[in-house]
Structure formats: structure tokens, C-alpha cells
């Protein structure tokens, strides 16, 4: 009898032994995409496959990768590379032990689903190192209608003193195809979001930011990597990525000698080591990741709703069409300057007027960008009624109140920096470099937190009539250093300055969840998603030359919903580029995203007043579609052939919105021609020309109706081939 309970106990250990190996598939999927994964308990976690849903995911189970020469392992790729062991390529994670010991090798723990509604299900994968107590954790959330997956990751441990995190990915992303095409960003102040599209080769492309603040400004990181060829806005498989941080990052694409394309992104790992404590927990920021086997315009859509969604404040509320002060008076004004504008932004139509830098400082007075900034004090010799009476100005003219902030920054010449010098971004005795003739506060010190809060609060509490904050950041991070953070924790900052900003964004919006925020930065310093979801709109770059704008937006908008991009007409010449444009070509550039007007409104006179008029009641009509509806690119500015074209498809597909450019001459025997794209074909459709400046309409069939079916595959003919041509046209379903 003991012998058989012997044997029958034997024969459950190792039954629960075989059980305990038995490898497992995990799946990551949306409505239209999958990710994969194997599993095996105390063994590496192996990323299988991530592209068009996988009705049945089990066949995984038999899938082999080639073996490596001359060793008893293979090429699968693992889900999260550590250093060490045979892996030689950019690590997602390397760490230092407490004992010195610089390798590290994880494996499978275990994993858990939770539904967090009805659209949204988060999958943890466990990793722990095999010799160590390192615990790594790998999280997905889907978002299943929009087709959208945000990967992160979590470390702690138990080790007895403290390890150092020296390099820490949000995601790695394995890829193996033929060949790979990879679209980023690239610019400059006043040309941020240039695209470039390049075929990868073998070795290692990087994209990073050392800037730590306006970190998107030259480069961005989103991507584009179309596979098997260069990406299209309607056919082939791409996938993309978006990092929601706003410090420094890197994204890296190893194009390794089996053909596999290893992509890691999240911080940069420059100058940041960072310092764990027994049983604290690190959190990388999310990575953004989009798949579409239908080109990159559903990837744009899927972002777009996405983003609306989940990474905007008030996505569901459409944005006011705004008169912003900057190029109408910059530093110079008084009241009478400011009520004359309100005037007449309340008889152009506009529905927002905000007062821009200038209106602070007192010892320090605001008349340049040289003094002042840090003293949010209204400055009683240019307002001395304040800012209350302009904002009840304002409203009693039917138009909203908005205001200009940079809490972030100081002026040496400022009370400020006199009174708080241990605030100031600073490395040792070395010399604080100024930057549009400014500081940056440490916002890793919490008493800094405090202050850039309590300003927000301040300004905001000058007028019940104050419904709108520019927030802007005019420079980057250099001779890097805090006064706050211990002299063995320096290299922590690039991280805790952005953990402090987005800490005051928590507070701000708690208390003020209403309240709509621009993320202006320079213009283009912070498009990415961690900074956007606090805001409700950005401005895309301080460039507002129609012309350079039509590049700006396209690359913008490939993630970014146009409802966010603040678009503004602008004087002629205009004051970056002295390039002279048409009102109307300025206009129809700025209505393709939220349209706002960036100058002094006396100086649009004549016919160009009534057009003006005109066509901000036109916006006010289609509005809904531009904010709310599905992009579709038609004809990129990249191209080659200096014209650009697009359109907004109302979810319902019953009305459009679309514009066309001419970005050059091209000759009398040339003519735009192109297939329209989102509507339903079996829709009927009237097109109407808007924004005409003449009783010719540059298309013939103006005022006619069409089928969905004949515009989306026979397409229309415009008449623009001139310089700053363009056209807009209403579709109506009919």
C-alpha cells in the first residue's frame, strides 16, 4: 500500500513536471491584428508573429526558427532581450547587479488578461532572471476598435543594495521580410516634421533626442516601417510606433545578418542610468504601435481615433476658431491694442481671442523676451484694469478669453531667479547657458513643482472669463544638472524633470478638467502622445507660411489628429519667411486643421474682408468633418509634382471636406487630376466649390452630382495650376 501511494506520488511530481514546461501561446490581438507569443515556465518568452489577426493562434505551437551554427540554440527571436547569454545586438535591458555582474537572462514567470471595458483588455507577461531577484513585467493594452496596442514595462527587485538600470526599451519589435522602408522625421524651429522615407541596410539606424525639452523639435519619435517595399497610402503591410514621452528617447532599427530587423524604442539611455532601490518599481513610458496590412492611411486613422480617444483632453468637443495676439503686436501693446483686437476678432466671427507673451512683470516689465519671465504679475503700465477686465471684455463681445504662460522657464533679469537660484537647471560651477535669453527651472525638485502649478493656478484664477491656456517652452536642456537631486543621482534627471511636468498636468487637470491647454513649445517641441493627452490641441510649428505649413501638417498628421493641430492664416508677407501668398491659398491651408488667424485684423481690408468672413463661417460648416472624420491622403506634397491634395470623410459617409494645392507653376498643359477616397460608392454626392474668390469655379462640375462610385474611380479634374492655386470642395450626400 505504501508502495503504490509512493509510486502514485512520484508519478504526480512528474506529470506536474511536464505540465509546468508545457509551452503556451499568448496572444495580443485588436479586432484586425495580432501579436504572438510562446511561453514555457523557467525559459525564454518567444516573439512568434505580430500582423493581420490570427483567427486560430495554436499552429504557433509548432512553429521552428533556424538554428544557430555551431551552438545547440536557434534564432527565435525573445520577447524582451536582456544582455548577456549570445544575444550581441542593441539589448532592450541592461542592468549592473549589486554584485557587479553585468549580464542578465529572463525568463517566463507567468501571465494575466484583465478586460478594462468593452474596447480595451490589458495582457501582463512576467519575466524574471534566472539567477536574481529581477522582476521585469511586459504590458499590453489593445485597444480593439481602433486597432491600437501600447506596450510598457515595469522593473523591481530584491537584490540587497541597489542595481543600476543603464538601458530599459518600452518594446522591442522583431520583423522578418524581404526588405524594410522606413519613414521618419526630421527638421528644425520653423520646420518641424520634414518626412523622409529610406530603405534600411544592414547595420544600425538611430533616431534620438539629447534635447530634454522640446524634444520633437529636429526629430520625432514616430515611425513608419513598411515592409517588402516602400510604404503606399492604400495597399501593403506597415506597421508604426509612437513614443508618449517627453524627454529624450531613442529608437533604434538593427538590420542583423539573418535578415531580421530588431527595433527598440523608448528612453534614451544617454547620460541616465538610473538607480533602483530594493523593492522600487521603475515604469517606462508607453509605446504606441499600429499595424495595418492596408497601407499607412489606416494607420493614420487608426491614431487619429485613437487619439481622440484616449491621448487628448476633450477630443469629442470641436475647437473654437482662435485670434491669437503674437504677430499682431508681439511685445507692443496697451488695453486699447488688446479690446481693438477682441473688436474685431468678434466681427470676423472668430470664437477665441488669446493674449500672447507680454502681458507680465513689473521690477522685470515684459517688453522683449529678456526680462520677466518668472513673475507672473500682470503688468500695470501696458493693463492697468488687468486681465480680468480684458477677459470680460471679451466674453461681453461674444468671444472667449485665453492666455499665454512659459512656467517652466525664467529670465536671469527676473525676481525669480533672484530670489530662487537653487531652482535653475544648473551643472556645478559651470556656466548657466542661456537660451532666448532664459533658464529652465528644475522640475525634478518638487518645490519647482509646486511653483509651476500654483502658477497655472494664478494666472487661471485672474478671471472667471479665462478659458484657455497657451502653454509654451521656448528652450532645450543643456550642461544638465540639479541642485534637488543628490550628487549619485544626476543622471536620474532627464527622466524626473519629465515625471515632474507630467505631475503638474495631473494636478492642473484635476482641478481644472475643463480648461483647454495649447502644447505649444516652440512650436512642434512636444507633438507625442505622452505630453498631448493633458492638452487639447498643439501648434505645430511657429512657422505660419502657408506654403511650408502644407509640408508641417502632412508629416503631423500621419499620428496626430488634425482637431489637435493648430493651423492660423497669417499676413502677407509673411513673418518667418517674408514669402507674399494669397489670402485664400492661407485660408484653405489653414482650414485642413483647427483653423485660427495669426495677425492684426486691421490689416485685411477691402474684398479680403468680406472673403475672410466668408470663409470662417465656411469652417464653422464643415468643421465637424475636418475634427471628427477619417483623413484620407490623395496626393502627397512629397511627390515630386508640387501638388497636394486630401480629404475628411464624415464617419457616417455622408458628408466630405476636400482641398487641393498648387505648390508651383506648372504650365499651361499640365492639370490636376485625382481619384477621390472614403466615400460610399453607392452614395450620390453634390459637390460645391467653397472659398471661390471669383463666380469660375476651378472644377466644371460645380454644384453637379456625382455618384461615390464615379468619384472614387474615374476622380475629378481641377483647374490650379498656378502658384498658391487651391481649391475646397463640400461633398454632400444627396
Known amino acids: 500500500m505504501k508502495i503504490s501511494l509512493i509510486t502514485a506520488f512520484l508519478l504526480f511530481l512528474v506529470s506536474a513536471n511536464v505540465f509546468s514546461q508545457k509551452k503556451e501561446i499568448i496572444e495580443v490581438s485588436t479586432n484586425d491584428q495580432s501579436m504572438v507569443f510562446s511561453a514555457t515556465a523557467n525559459d525564454k518568452v518567444i516573439f512568434m508573429y505580430w500582423g493581420e489577426k490570427i483567427n486560430d493562434a495554436s499552429s504557433f505551437l509548432n512553429k521552428r526558427f533556424k538554428g544557430q551554427p555551431d551552438t545547440d540554440q536557434d534564432f527565435a527571436p525573445q520577447l524582451y532581450p536582456a544582455y548577456g547569454g549570445r544575444y550581441y545586438l542593441n539589448p532592450a535591458l541592461k542592468l549592473t547587479h549589486t554584485d557587479g555582474v553585468l549580464t542578465t537572462e529572463l525568463v517566463y514567470t507567468g501571465s494575466k488578461k484583465k478586460v478594462l471595458d468593452a474596447n480595451r483588455t490589458e495582457t501582463v507577461i512576467s519575466l524574471k532572471d534566472k539567477l536574481y531577484p529581477i522582476f521585469v513585467d511586459i504590458h499590453f493594452v489593445t485597444y480593439a476598435k481602433e486597432n491600437i496596442i501600447s506596450q510598457s514595462v515595469t522593473i523591481s527587485h530584491k537584490e540587497k543594495g541597489n542595481i543600476k ?29 520634414q518626412m523622409e522615407e529610406e530603405r534600411l541596410t544592414h547595420g544600425v539606424k538611430v533616431i534620438e533626442s539629447k534635447k530634454g525639452v522640446r524634444a520633437t523639435q529636429a526629430e520625432n519619435p514616430s515611425f513608419l516601417l513598411s515592409v517588402n517595399g516602400p510604404s503606399y497610402e492604400d495597399f501593403g503591410e506597415v506597421y508604426a510606433g509612437s513614443l508618449a514621452w517627453s524627454g529624450n528617447y531613442k529608437l533604434s532599427f538593427e538590420l542583423d545578418e539573418t535578415g531580421t530587423l530588431n527595433i527598440i524604442s523608448g528612453l534614451n539611455p544617454f547620460a541616465a542610468t538610473h538607480t533602483l532601490k530594493p523593492q522600487e518599481e521603475f515604469k517606462t513610458p508607453e509605446m504606441i504601435l499600429a499595424y495595418s496590412a492596408n497601407g499607412k492611411g489606416q494607420i493614420s486613422r487608426n491614431y487619429h481615433d485613437w487619439s481622440r480617444k484616449y491621448a487628448l483632453a476633450h477630443g469629442d468637443i470641436a475647437r473654437p476658431i482662435i485670434l491669437n495676439s503674437w504677430e499682431g503686436a508681439y511685445f507692443n501693446f496697451d488695453e486699447a491694442t488688446i479690446t481693438n483686437m477682441i473688436d474685431d476678432a468678434a466681427k470676423f466671427g472668430v470664437e477665441m481671442f488669446v493674449l500672447d507673451d507680454g502681458w507680465f512683470g513689473n521690477k522685470y516689465p515684459r517688453n522683449g523676451d529678456n526680462a520677466g519671465l518668472g513673475d507672473w504679475q500682470v503688468n500695470k503700465t501696458k493693463l492697468p484694469r488687468g486681465i480680468n477686465y480684458l477677459a470680460d471684455y471679451a466674453v461681453s463681445k461674444g468671444v472667449k478669453f485665453g492666455i499665454w504662460i512659459e512656467p517652466e522657464m525664467v529670465n536671469p533679469d527676473s525676481e525669480l531667479a533672484h530670489k530662487h537660484p537653487e531652482w535653475i537647471v544648473k551643472s556645478g560651477k559651470r556656466d548657466i547657458l542661456p537660451m532666448r535669453n532664459q533658464w529652465l527651472l528644475d522640475l525634478s525638485n518638487p518645490k519647482v513643482q509646486d511653483f509651476v502649478y500654483n502658477t497655472f493656478d494664478e494666472v487661471v484664477s485672474m478671471s472667471p472669463n479665462i478659458s484657455y491656456i497657451k502653454w509654451d517652452a521656448n528652450r532645450h536642456v543643456d550642461n544638465v544638472g540639479s541642485e534637488y537631486l543628490s550628487k549619485d543621482e544626476q543622471t536620474h534627471f532627464w527622466y524626473e524633470y519629465v515625471k515632474g511636468l507630467y505631475n503638474v498636468y495631473e494636478r492642473i487637470r484635476a482641478k481644472y478638467p475643463n480648461i483647454e491647454i495649447q ?27 502657408a506654403l511650408d505649413r502644407i509640408y508641417i501638417q502632412y508629416g503631423t ?12 492664416v497669417s499676413t502677407s508677407p509673411n513673418h518667418q519667411t517674408g514669402m507674399m ?18 495677425l492684426q485684423p486691421k490689416d485685411i481690408t477691402g474684398d479680403e474682408y468680406e472673403f475672410a468672413k466668408k470663409a470662417i463661417e465656411s469652417y464653422k460648416q464643415v468643421r465637424p468633418i475636418i475634427h471628427f472624420g477619417d483623413l484620407y491622403r490623395l496626393i502627397s506634397p512629397y511627390d515630386g509634382n508640387s501638388w497636394a491634395s486630401h480629404m475628411y470623410v464624415s464617419k457616417d459617409k455622408k458628408q466630405s471636406v476636400f482641398f487641393a494645392y498648387s505648390l508651383k507653376y506648372h504650365g499651361r498643359t499640365t492639370f490636376f487630376e485625382t481619384k477621390l477616397n472614403g466615400l460610399d460608392p453607392n452614395k450620390n454626392y453634390k459637390i460645391t466649390e467653397l472659398n471661390m ?8 462640375g460645380n454644384g453637379e452630382v456625382f455618384s461615390g462610385d464615379y468619384l472614387m474611380k474615374a476622380g475629378i479634374i481641377l483647374n490650379i495650376g498656378n502658384p498658391f492655386d487651391s481649391t475646397v470642395l463640400l461633398i454632400s450626400e444627396q
Open 165 to 193: 538600470v543603464e538601458n530599459i526599451a518600452s518594446s522591442y519589435i522583431p520583423l522578418h521580410a524581404e526588405s524594410y522602408y522606413l519613414t521618419h522625421f526630421h527638421g528644425t524651429w520653423a520646420a518641424e516634421m
Open 519 to 545: 502644447l505649444c513649445s516652440s512650436g512642434g517641441g512636444r507633438v507625442e502622445f505622452g505630453a498631448l493627452k493633458y492638452h487639447d490641441e498643439f501648434w505645430a510649428s511657429d512657422n505660419t507660411n
Open 693 to 700: 474668390t471669383s463666380d469660375h469655379s476651378s472644377f466644371s
Open 557 to 568: 498628421n500621419l499620428f496626430f489628429p488634425s482637431i489637435a493641430t493648430a493651423s492660423h
Open 581 to 598: 501668398i494669397p489670402l485664400k491659398f492661407r485660408f484653405d491651408v489653414a482650414m485642413s486643421g483647427r483653423l485660427g488667424m495669426e
